[in-house]
Nanobody
Framework: QVQLVESGGGLVQAGGSLRLSCAAS?????????VAWFRRPPGKEREFVAA???????YYADSVKGRFTISRDNAKNTLSLQMSNLKPDDTAVYFC???????????????????????WGQGTQVTVSS
């Protein structure tokens, strides 16, 4: 059973930066999967943030485009999210997620859907103060 463990959350002032990391316990399944970040703002449903397909296609939610950068390192079985120019609306619990084995290409619509993912991390809190 693959496990994902997030780290790097914390409290930051508006305009600041944070880097989230997600470590996968299985390298074989990680490199054969698409991976993503989702977040759950206080009192709201979990929402898509960013994803990388198995082939390296990158997709972002409009709300974070230009401010967040997602990346993956298959050699280290890690997924990262560099967040810059943070806003109070970015306050949320952030989750990393991994699909089952998948084709190299997957559409944005598919990877933005939580149903595509079979493995989730426990979440890490990001709080942005104004």
């Amino acid at each position: 059973q693959v496990q994902l463990v997030e780290s790097g959350g914390g409290l930051v002032q508006a305009g600041g930066s944070l880097r989230l990391s997600c470590a996968a316990s299985s390298g074989r399944t990680f490199c054969e999967a698409a991976v993503a970040w989702f977040r759950r703002p206080p009192g709201k449903e979990r929402e898509f943030v960013a994803a990388i397909s198995r082939g390296g296609e990158i997709y972002y939610a409009d709300s974070v485009k230009g401010r967040f950068t997602i990346s993956r390192d298959n050699a280290k079985n890690t997924l990262s999210l560099q967040m810059s120019n943070l806003k109070p609306d970015d306050t949320a619990v952030y989750f990393c997620a991994q699909t089952p084995r998948i084709a190299y290409y997957a559409s944005r619509d598919y990877l933005a859907n939580q149903a595509a993912y079979g493995t989730w991390g426990q979440g890490t809190q990001v709080t942005v103060s104004s």
